[in-house]
């Protein structure tokens, strides 16, 4: 394995989704380039609306039956059914049938900054890329 990175483990998700419901994830996984979270909700839990500009989510059912509702449109999750929320979506998810256990993915994300103020280093990495798709022939606006 790569320096830093542990022993690959497999998870069984489906023994995680019958554990005890709470209000943070059953399950999580944070690598240098993913996060992953399997969440457990009851009959009446779900998550409130919101969203994110920064990722692309992946949402995979792993048991029962939810609701992931995008910008206003309702879709039925169940085991072993997918959905890509893009970045920007408001988005939230309801246990519509019992319990609900569902997977999401994303890239990893920098940490929690306040809005309106920029990163420090943001422009080197912005300059570093512009370079590189120059150099690769990519879009030059």
Not at 25 to 35: F, R
Not at 79 to 108: M, Q
Request: glycine share 12%.
């Amino acid at each position: 394995m790569p320096q830093g990175y542990p022993d690959p483990e497999v998870v069984d998700l489906m023994l995680l989704a019958q554990a005890e419901t709470a209000a943070q994830p059953a399950w999580s996984e944070t690598s240098t380039d993913l996060n992953v979270n399997l969440l457990v909700l009851d009959p009446s839990g779900g998550v409130a609306e919101h969203m994110n500009d920064e990722v692309d989510v992946l949402f995979v059912g792993i048991a029962g039956v939810g609701t992931l509702t995008v910008e206003g449109t309702r879709h039925r999750l169940a085991a072993g059914r997918v959905l890509i929320v893009p970045k920007g979506a408001h988005r939230s998810v309801d246990a519509s049938e019992g319990r609900f256990a569902y997977l999401t993915c994303h890239r990893r994300r920098a940490g929690l900054w306040p809005a309106g103020v920029p990163r420090p280093g943001a422009g080197e990495v912005i300059e570093k890329e512009a370079v590189s798709r120059g150099a690769q022939g990519g879009d030059e606006h």
